[in-house]
T-cell receptor, first 115, second 117 residues
């Protein structure tokens, strides 16, 4: 059973650019969610995908968007990067059962620096 | 809006001590609560998951309890070791106010734990 993997591990972008982060879910999981973690803070929920549709969103602007593919892998896209977007981006996979979320497993994260 | 608070923010204790980390949440309508460990600059490692219908879970030297009605959870670490040094995060999964089904996780800011050799 493979775990959650994210790519790339580190990334440096310039303000105003666009970025795509990738995540491969753990085998057997059908739900993927993305989180932003600023230094010294707890992760903040960005959005969640279930069966390729967005199924829950935190307090993030529309320039944060995503996709989930038939194999349950996922992408996080951020347009018009701002300096405050610099953070560790975490992907988590889990399963849905009778509407409930099971245990969430996280990847190692992508460290994004916007300069 | 769900808010999660963790106390203390930081803790430093000698090796071998038993310790308790606290987590409180404002909205008791949760599906489950999960405790994680995070090493510096790394992802999150799941430690324990407690469903809303459960009172506690145990894994090795770790024991987590949940009192949903009072909005509290504790993580008990027995016989602490230097390898336990990390940030411990508590997170709750809400009941999907945003549209049917489980919501994302709401995290506290964590407890930074140092175990002195």
């Amino acid at each position: 059973e493979t775990g959650v993997t994210q790519s790339p591990t580190h990334l440096i972008k310039t303000r105003g650019q666009q970025v795509t982060l990738r995540c491969s879910s753990q085998s057997g999981h059908n739900t993927v969610s993305w989180y932003q973690q600023a230094l010294g803070q707890g992760p903040q929920f960005i959005f969640q995908y279930y069966r390729e549709e967005e199924n829950g969103r935190g307090n993030f602007p529309p320039r944060f968007s995503g996709l989930q593919f038939p194999n349950y892998s996922s992408e996080l896209n951020v347009n018009a990067l701002e300096l405050d977007d610099s953070a560790l981006y975490l992907c988590a996979s889990s399963s849905r059962f009778r509407g409930e979320g099971t245990e969430a497993f996280f990847g190692q994260g992508t460290r994004l620096t916007v300069v | 809006k769900q808010e999660v608070t963790q106390i203390p923010a930081a803790l430093s204790v000698p090796e071998g001590e038993n310790l308790v980390l606290n987590c409180s949440f404002t909205d008791s309508a949760i599906y489950n609560l999960q405790w994680f460990r995070q090493d510096p600059g790394k992802g999150l490692t799941s430690l324990l998951l407690i469903q809303s219908s459960q009172r506690e879970q145990t894994s090795g030297r770790l024991n987590a309890s949940l009192d949903k009605s009072s909005g509290r959870s504790t993580l008990y670490i027995a016989a602490s070791q230097p390898g336990d040094s990390a940030t411990y995060l508590c997170a709750v999964r809400g009941r999907g106010y945003s549209g049917g089904g489980a919501d994302g996780l709401t995290f506290g800011k964590g407890t930074h734990l140092i175990i002195q050799p």
